[in-house]
Structure formats: C-alpha cells, structure tokens
C-alpha cells in the first residue's frame, strides 16, 4: 500500500505541491489527472524517491522513503516499476538490453528466462521481432511500448505510469489500456496512472483523482467524476477552455 | 520614509536571492564533484565494478586515443628539436642540448600536459555529452528506478580507464615524442641517434619520467572528475548539454594547467625530478 502525507514541494518560488494526501488502495488503479504542469509527474517522481518532498511522508508497504537509507530505497524501488513520460529508453543499449535490464539487476532469472521474459513482454505490448534494434530506429509510440514492457518486464507489485498514451494511436491506446486491466487482473499489480486521455481514464480507473493547485481537489469513482458537480473537473473532463481553470490561469499570467 | 524602507528591503531580498543563485556555484560545485569523486573511490573499494563496461571504456579512453596522442606527441616532438637546435646554433654555432632538452620537456612537462589537453578534449568532452544526454532524457532517473546507481554504472568504469589510460598514454607520448625529436634531430642538424640518445639518457633518469608518471595519475582524476561532474549536472535539454561540454573542456584544461604548477612545485620539493 502506498501513502502519502501531506507532502510539500517547492521548486525555488514555485509551489508545486501544497500538502497532497492521498493513499493508494492494494491492486487498484489510481488515475491521476490534471493540467499540464499542476505536478502529476513531480508527486510521481516523490512516491518513487527521485524527488525528495520538502515535507510530509511517503509510505510503501509501512516504510517512510524519505527517510530511509538508500540501500531501503533500493529495495523498494524493486517493487516499483516506472514508465517515463519521455520513456528513457538506454540510447547505448538495444530493445532486448533495455527491457532484460531490470530483470539482470533486480531478479535472479537465468540468460535463456530472462530472453523468455523480455519476449513475452513485448508481445504483450503488441512489438515483435524488435529485440535487435535499436532505440532510435523505432517510432515515438513503440518506444513508449519498449518503456512499458521494460517497467513491468521484472513484474513489480506497483507501476507508476506517466503519460502511457501520450504520441500513441487510439487502437494500440486501448491495446495499453486492457494491459494495465490485465495486470491487475492477473498480477494484481496497484497502478497510478497520471493522464490526460479521459477514454483511457474511464476504461481503467477504480479512483480518479484530479490534481490542481498542488492539492488533490477531487476523489471518486469514474461514475462519480460524470455526475459530479466540482466546476474544475467538469471543465478538465469536458475539456472546455471556459471554466474556473482558465480564469484563475488568465489571472496569473496578468500578474506576470 | 516607509516607502524607502520598504524599496530597501526588496532590494537587500533581490540581491540576496542573487547572492544565493550565483556566487557559490563554483564552491557548491566543488563540493558536489568531490562527493561524487568520493562515492565514485568508495564504489571501486566496495567492488561495485562493472569489469565489462571497465574494458569498454579503457578501449574509448586508450586505444581510441593512441592515433592522436600519437601525431600530436610526434609533431611536437620534432618542434621542439627545431626550436632547440636552431636556437642554440644561434648561441654556440652549432646545435647542442638537443637530445638533453627534447626529451627532458617531454618526459617532465609536454608529454603530460599535452596527452592531459588531448584526452580532455577527446574524452572529457564525450563522457560529459554522454552523461549530460542521459540525464536530459531521464536516463539517469531511469537507471535508478532499475535498482542500479547511475554513479556506480557510470561514473566508476570512466573513472577506472581514465586512471589507468592516462598514464599509459603519457608513456607512449614521451616515447614518440622524444622519437620524433631524434628523427629532427639526425635529419635537420645532423646529429646521429647515438648521440641524441646519450645526450637524453646522461641527463634524464627514472625520477624524471616517475615525475611526468605521477602528474599523468593526478591529470586523469581531473579530466574524470569534472567530466562526470558536468554531465551528471547538466540542465536544459541540448543546449543544456552542450554548455555542459564546454564548461568541462574549459574547466578540466584550466584546472589541469593551475595544478601542474603546484604539482611541479610539490614534486620538485621531493626530489622527484
């Protein structure tokens, strides 16, 4: 389980989180919405120890990692996998030595398992044959595959993903939504997912919360987030540029 | 009044928020590199060393160097012969010292220093490129979530083949150097090989090459250091890593060039010359 107290976050002036709470439930999926620079990827990148909160706590499975020692942190992270937004495939490295990487360092498979793994990993985000390659002569959506099978190839308890749909087309979008459903089904892997792609939102979420002001301004189920009646997330959901969002951003860039 | 008061003090707040973003970068990055070096030094101890990745780096630092270690130690070898030999016949009418002073400026200054300002353009550069690039790109965050230390995967394969490259390299310059002076030497001021190399090896001793040797090791954790320094702190997409790559040339030559006065100093002290 994944909690996280009132965490705090600066970046010089620049309030990125304003004390967010928020716990993750074991085996659900947690979508994570807001616009683009409300910190989405900042809280992930705190949940998983690359960015240090300011203040606050966050626990997984019991242990406070902002306080831990780093050879802790390291054995946490084992249980986390972590899908990039810019996916941060090893330039030097090819497809199969970018997805076998986790499994050399973080399990105990053999050469001929670890080659079986890898396989079955790409497979099952629609990539086939590519195990040769490198990462610069794939396109932008099967390198975010490569990012994906690479995450969940050592199959961690949690995967963090950042943006998993952005660049790709809506059919392999899908193929990457009944991904994350199967393995929840079948791995009961817990999953937060930080989205913009509300068709994605609505086919995977048990929660979606909406991140705004460096708080979480709105938790509920996918039904609730249709019928609710908080004006900034009809707006982000509707995805109107009339709304609280707007005005409040407009001010700020006046004050400027 | 208040007005003034209030216009004082943002501006005392203006200039310490300037103060605190500006003037203690190079300590604070003095203070980072040495604790990265730290870390770096005590992975190797520990044994965190990824011999594979060692080997292929020491090919990048030493054998893809050699060409232009070299041509550059051979050339400069043959200038120095040149300077030397028409100079003093200017003096005493005929070229002497040649042998003596070619070889005792390449084994003392020029084959360290020179191989130093190569390597550290050649490879100084692309450790910091490449280093720079992977944390622009999140490579560097994406080793860590893979339970590997961006440091130990990176930083200590460089730090192990620059530190043993250098020196072998500065050995392989002296050698060439003072070959290139010799062939100068018996073709531009007839002076046979026998001659030369009696002139060199009547004044130069073990302690004179230990000197340039010694320099070479110290050299080597320079360029390293900065190199991985710059690339682990670069920030801001291409551009970012390009300023990066600049500020370590810049840098690794600088401090190179101010230590080797001291270094000299040091060694001179302790007879090592």
Redesign the interface.
């Given at each position: 389980m994944i909690k996280v107290n009132n965490i705090y976050k600066n970046f010089g002036s620049n309030v990125v989180l304003n004390g967010v709470h928020l716990d993750v439930r074991a085996g659900e999926v947690l979508i994570i919405m807001g616009f683009s620079g409300a910190g989405k990827s900042i809280l992930l990148?705190n949940i998983?120890?690359?960015v240090k909160p300011d203040s606050g706590f966050i626990e997984i499975d019991g242990i406070d990692i902002t306080k831990c020692s780093l050879e802790k942190l390291?054995e946490i992270?084992?249980k986390?996998?972590?899908v990039?937004?810019?996916v941060?495939?090893?330039?030097?490295l090819n497809i199969f030595e970018n997805v076998a990487?986790?499994l050399r360092?973080?399990t105990t498979l053999n050469e001929s398992e670890i080659k079986q793994r890898v396989k079955q990993c790409l497979a099952m985000v629609g990539l086939k044959n590519v195990e040769h390659l490198n990462p610069s002569s794939l396109s932008g959506g099967m390198k975010k595959r490569v990012g994906l099978a690479?995450?969940i190839a050592y199959q961690p308890e949690y995967v963090l993903y950042d943006e998993p749909t952005t660049g790709l087309d809506p059919i392999m979008s899908d193929v990457i939504s009944d991904l994350i459903i199967n393995l929840k089904k079948h791995l009961h892997i817990t999953s937060i997912v930080v989205t913009h792609d509300m068709k994605l939102a609505y086919k995977i979420a048990d929660r979606i919360m909406m991140l705004y002001g460096g708080n979480i301004i709105f938790s509920g189920t996918p039904d609730e987030v249709r019928n609710t009646k908080n004006e900034y997330v009809k707006q982000f959901v509707r995805g109107s540029s009339q709304g609280p969002i707007l005005i409040e951003k407009r001010f700020e860039m006046e004050r400027i | 009044m208040i007005k003034a008061s209030v216009r004082k003090i943002m501006e005392f707040e203006r200039f310490r928020e300037k103060l605190k973003h500006t003037s203690f970068v190079p300590i604070e990055g003095l203070g980072k590199a040495t604790k990265m070096a730290q870390e770096t030094i005590n992975d190797i101890f520990k044994g965190f060393v990824s011999w594979k990745n060692t080997v292929m780096q020491m090919v990048e630092v030493g054998w893809s160097s050699l060409p232009i270690i070299l041509l550059t130690s051979f050339f400069m070898g043959m200038v120095l012969a040149l300077q030397v030999g028409s100079t003093t016949s200017n003096m005493f009418n005929e070229p002497v010292y040649v042998g003596t002073i070619t070889s005792f400026s390449m084994a003392i200054e020029l084959g360290p220093v020179l191989t130093a300002i190569v390597v550290t353009g050649r490879v100084g550069a692309a450790i910091t490129a490449e280093v720079g690039s992977m944390k622009v790109t999140e490579q560097l965050d994406a080793l860590y979530t893979l339970g590997t230390n961006p440091v130990r995967y990176l930083a200590v394969p460089r730090f192990l083949a620059c530190f043993f490259m250098l020196p072998i390299l500065t050995v392989i310059s002296n050698i060439v150097g003072i070959y290139g002076g010799m062939i100068l030497a018996t073709n531009t001021w007839d002076i046979s090989s026998n001659a030369f190399w009696s002139e060199a090896l009547n004044f130069i001793g073990v302690r004179t090459f230990l000197h340039g040797f010694i320099k070479s090791f110290f050299f080597a954790l320079v360029i390293v250091i900065v190199a991985c320094h710059k690339g682990f702190n670069a920030k801001g997409g291409a551009e970012g890593v390009g300023k990066a790559t600049t500020s370590s040339v810049m840098t690794s030559m600088v401090f190179i060039l101010i230590s080797d006065y001291f270094l000299t100093n040091l060694l001179v002290s302790l007879r090592i010359k």
């Amino acid at each position: 389980m994944i909690k996280v107290n009132n965490i705090y976050k600066n970046f010089g002036s620049n309030v990125v989180l304003n004390g967010v709470h928020l716990d993750v439930r074991a085996g659900e999926v947690l979508i994570i919405m807001g616009f683009s620079g409300a910190g989405k990827s900042i809280l992930l990148k705190n949940i998983i120890g690359l960015v240090k909160p300011d203040s606050g706590f966050i626990e997984i499975d019991g242990i406070d990692i902002t306080k831990c020692s780093l050879e802790k942190l390291h054995e946490i992270r084992k249980k986390i996998g972590y899908v990039f937004q810019e996916v941060a495939l090893f330039d030097s490295l090819n497809i199969f030595e970018n997805v076998a990487f986790g499994l050399r360092n973080l399990t105990t498979l053999n050469e001929s398992e670890i080659k079986q793994r890898v396989k079955q990993c790409l497979a099952m985000v629609g990539l086939k044959n590519v195990e040769h390659l490198n990462p610069s002569s794939l396109s932008g959506g099967m390198k975010k595959r490569v990012g994906l099978a690479r995450a969940i190839a050592y199959q961690p308890e949690y995967v963090l993903y950042d943006e998993p749909t952005t660049g790709l087309d809506p059919i392999m979008s899908d193929v990457i939504s009944d991904l994350i459903i199967n393995l929840k089904k079948h791995l009961h892997i817990t999953s937060i997912v930080v989205t913009h792609d509300m068709k994605l939102a609505y086919k995977i979420a048990d929660r979606i919360m909406m991140l705004y002001g460096g708080n979480i301004i709105f938790s509920g189920t996918p039904d609730e987030v249709r019928n609710t009646k908080n004006e900034y997330v009809k707006q982000f959901v509707r995805g109107s540029s009339q709304g609280p969002i707007l005005i409040e951003k407009r001010f700020e860039m006046e004050r400027i | 009044m208040i007005k003034a008061s209030v216009r004082k003090i943002m501006e005392f707040e203006r200039f310490r928020e300037k103060l605190k973003h500006t003037s203690f970068v190079p300590i604070e990055g003095l203070g980072k590199a040495t604790k990265m070096a730290q870390e770096t030094i005590n992975d190797i101890f520990k044994g965190f060393v990824s011999w594979k990745n060692t080997v292929m780096q020491m090919v990048e630092v030493g054998w893809s160097s050699l060409p232009i270690i070299l041509l550059t130690s051979f050339f400069m070898g043959m200038v120095l012969a040149l300077q030397v030999g028409s100079t003093t016949s200017n003096m005493f009418n005929e070229p002497v010292y040649v042998g003596t002073i070619t070889s005792f400026s390449m084994a003392i200054e020029l084959g360290p220093v020179l191989t130093a300002i190569v390597v550290t353009g050649r490879v100084g550069a692309a450790i910091t490129a490449e280093v720079g690039s992977m944390k622009v790109t999140e490579q560097l965050d994406a080793l860590y979530t893979l339970g590997t230390n961006p440091v130990r995967y990176l930083a200590v394969p460089r730090f192990l083949a620059c530190f043993f490259m250098l020196p072998i390299l500065t050995v392989i310059s002296n050698i060439v150097g003072i070959y290139g002076g010799m062939i100068l030497a018996t073709n531009t001021w007839d002076i046979s090989s026998n001659a030369f190399w009696s002139e060199a090896l009547n004044f130069i001793g073990v302690r004179t090459f230990l000197h340039g040797f010694i320099k070479s090791f110290f050299f080597a954790l320079v360029i390293v250091i900065v190199a991985c320094h710059k690339g682990f702190n670069a920030k801001g997409g291409a551009e970012g890593v390009g300023k990066a790559t600049t500020s370590s040339v810049m840098t690794s030559m600088v401090f190179i060039l101010i230590s080797d006065y001291f270094l000299t100093n040091l060694l001179v002290s302790l007879r090592i010359k």
